[in-house]
């Protein structure tokens, strides 16, 4: 085990300071500060105040990843870092950290891809080949359905959604609800005490492809809750879960069967979901399906991932980045790592 690389990856794409360490495929710290309840009071994440949350937060979020790791600097054998898609401001803090600590410890950096790094965290569930999966990836800036066949040198996206992602239509439900943000895991509690099967909400695109729309369910939730005299949140929050739980599994199980891949990895925020979880596991059970689905803190954004994302691409033999990489706000997810 020894002989694996030692990486710390750093993650700052949104409202999380994140700092994970892995050796090999091995979790050794995953420490996560966040600015969350700055951002509360203005119903999402404002750029500016995330980026001075992450040069605040740094500092002691990389010291107490090594504390929790047992390693020191001078350990490490690469530093990754998640160079977008995120807001740039809030990237540029986490790039130029781990600029820093490459130059200073003369080791390699490799700019990474959140987006592929959200799916490469299920590395770190060593008791598992790594590929080939189906991934179902859906956090708040994405939803899409991806071919994994080498997730170190990229992915093949089979659908994606056409409008909304799944956590951008829980957030915005969230609001029209008017619960706390962020909205998917207020959702999540609220539903708990609502029945699933009150409302009939439309399941979007029911198309042979294996894209998303979740405009549409949006629109009903609101035409309901404004047409209805006493409406009941909770079976609303229950409802709308069910309807869009209902759509992802549905497509993503489509793509293991018409694949033939029997492995699905659920990946990014939103696959933190209770809802989703569990009936992940109903219908994989059922379709004799393998289903990989990191704990809930490894799906929401952490610097774990960005360091899974990173050692697989170093023990593939993949190139690290050239130092002044671009942090970029929109990236295709082909492409894990940064040249
Ligand atoms: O992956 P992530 O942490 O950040 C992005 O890369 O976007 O995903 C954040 C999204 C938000 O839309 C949030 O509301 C949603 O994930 N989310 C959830 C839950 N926890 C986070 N959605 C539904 N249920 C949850 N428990
Ligand atoms: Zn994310």
Same mark, same amino acid.
């Given at each position: 085990?020894?002989?694996?690389?030692?990486?710390?990856?750093?993650?700052?794409?949104?409202?999380? @300071?994140?700092?994970?360490?892995?050796?090999?495929? @091995?979790?050794?710290?995953?420490?996560?500060? =966040?600015?969350?309840?700055?951002? /509360?009071?203005?119903?999402?994440?404002?750029?500016?105040?995330?980026?001075?949350?992450?040069?605040?937060?740094?500092?002691?979020?990389?010291?107490? #990843?090594?504390?929790?790791?047992?390693?020191?600097?001078?350990?490490?054998?690469?530093?990754?870092?998640?160079?977008?898609? %995120?807001?740039?401001?809030?990237?540029?803090?986490?790039?130029?950290?781990?600029?820093?600590?490459?130059?200073?410890?003369?080791?390699?950096?490799? %700019?990474?891809?959140?987006?592929?790094?959200? $799916?490469?965290?299920? /590395?770190?569930?060593?008791?598992?080949?790594?590929?080939?999966?189906?991934?179902?990836?859906?956090?708040?800036?994405?939803?899409?359905?991806?071919?994994?066949?080498?997730?170190?040198?990229?992915?093949?996206?089979?659908?994606?959604?056409?409008?909304?992602? *799944?956590?951008? *239509?829980?957030?915005?439900?969230?609001?029209?609800?008017?619960?706390?943000?962020?909205?998917?895991?207020?959702?999540?509690?609220?539903?708990?005490?609502?029945?699933?099967?009150?409302?009939?909400?439309?399941?979007?695109?029911?198309?042979?492809?294996?894209?998303?729309?979740? =405009?549409?369910?949006?629109?009903?939730?609101?035409?309901?809750?404004?047409?209805?005299? +006493?409406?009941?949140? #909770?079976?609303?929050?229950? =409802?709308?879960?069910?309807?869009?739980?209902?759509?992802?599994?549905?497509?993503?199980?489509?793509?293991?069967?018409?694949?033939?891949?029997?492995?699905?990895?659920? *990946?990014?925020?939103?696959? *933190?979901?209770?809802?989703?979880?569990?009936?992940?596991?109903?219908?994989?059970?059922? +379709?004799?399906?393998? $289903?990989?689905?990191?704990?809930?803190?490894?799906?929401?954004?952490? %610097?774990?991932?960005?360091?899974?994302?990173?050692?697989?691409?170093?023990?593939?033999?993949?190139?690290?980045?050239?130092?002044?990489?671009?942090?970029?706000? @929109?990236?295709?997810?082909?492409?894990? @790592?940064?040249?």
């Amino acid at each position: 085990m020894s002989n694996q690389p030692l990486v710390l990856g750093i993650e700052t794409s949104c409202d999380e @300071t994140a700092v994970g360490i892995v050796r090999g495929r @091995t979790l050794l710290a995953n420490v996560i500060a =966040s600015s969350v309840e700055e951002h /509360a009071r203005f119903g999402g994440v404002v750029p500016e105040i995330a980026s001075r949350a992450h040069l605040e937060a740094m500092p002691t979020v990389i010291k107490q #990843a090594l504390l929790e790791a047992k390693v020191s600097l001078r350990d490490l054998d690469a530093i990754g870092v998640t160079a977008g898609p %995120g807001l740039i401001g809030a990237l540029l803090v986490g790039t130029s950290a781990a600029h820093g600590l490459a130059l200073a410890l003369n080791k390699p950096i490799y %700019g990474v891809n959140h987006l592929s790094s959200h $799916l490469a965290v299920d /590395a770190l569930d060593e008791s598992r080949p790594l590929q080939p999966a189906i991934g179902l990836l859906v956090s708040g800036g994405h939803s899409s359905i991806i071919q994994v066949t080498d997730m170190a040198r990229g992915v093949k996206v089979l659908g994606a959604t056409i409008d909304d992602a *799944a956590g951008e *239509a829980f957030d915005k439900i969230a609001r029209i609800l008017e619960l706390d943000f962020p909205g998917g895991p207020a959702i999540d509690r609220l539903a708990l005490s609502g029945n699933p099967t009150a409302i009939d909400f439309p399941r979007g695109l029911q198309s042979s492809d294996y894209n998303f729309s979740f =405009s549409g369910l949006k629109t009903a939730v609101a035409r309901y809750l404004k047409q209805t005299p +006493a409406p009941h949140r #909770a079976d609303i929050a229950a =409802s709308f879960q069910e309807a869009i739980v209902d759509v992802l599994l549905t497509k993503a199980l489509r793509a293991t069967a018409e694949t033939g891949i029997d492995s699905l990895i659920i *990946a990014g925020g939103v696959a *933190a979901n209770s809802r989703l979880r569990a009936e992940a596991a109903r219908r994989c059970a059922l +379709a004799k399906v393998e $289903l990989r689905t990191p704990p809930p803190l490894l799906c929401t954004d952490n %610097g774990a991932m960005v360091a899974a994302m990173t050692s697989l691409a170093l023990s593939a033999g993949v190139a690290s980045s050239k130092p002044g990489f671009p942090t970029l706000s @929109t990236v295709p997810l082909d492409q894990p @790592t940064w040249a």
